[in-house]
Nanobody, 120 residues
Framework: QVQLVESGGDLVQAGGSLRLSCAAS????????MDWYRQAPGKQRELVAT???????NYADSVKGRFTISRDNAKNTVYLQMNSLKPEDTAVYSC??????????????WGQGTQVTVSS
């Protein structure tokens, strides 16, 4: 089991920056994949950024060059640095972990989300 708690969401002007944090209740060293999703009102949930335990990253086209995902295994925390924010980045941002059970299956864990609002 893993509990995930996000923080760092806020109201920011367009062009500004925010750093979101996702603190896990246990070591993330062995967690295969941790990523950030977002969901804006009336829209489907969207995968924003992914980072694997091996260090590979992947980003949605809409955030490439502006957002950076990183993980600090010593602090059991994953971050999402968001720069050059746009009003269309407004959404609830949620942290997700994909954990290998060791039995040929994976479990999904979600945080409760943190609101990011970008004003024009």
């Amino acid at each position: 089991q893993v509990q995930l708690v996000e923080s760092g969401g806020d109201l920011v002007q367009a062009g500004g920056s925010l750093r979101l944090s996702c603190a896990a209740s246990r070591s993330i060293f062995s967690i295969d994949v941790m990523d950030w999703y977002r969901q804006a009102p009336g829209k489907q949930r969207e995968l924003v950024a992914t980072r694997t335990s091996g260090g590979s990253t992947n980003y949605a086209d809409s955030v490439k060059g502006r957002f950076t995902i990183s993980r600090d295994n010593a602090k059991n925390t994953v971050y999402l640095q968001m720069n050059s924010l746009k009003p269309e980045d407004t959404a609830v941002y949620s942290c997700h972990a994909l954990v290998n059970t060791g039995l040929g299956a994976y479990n999904h864990y979600w945080g409760q989300g943190t609101q990011v609002t970008v004003s024009s």
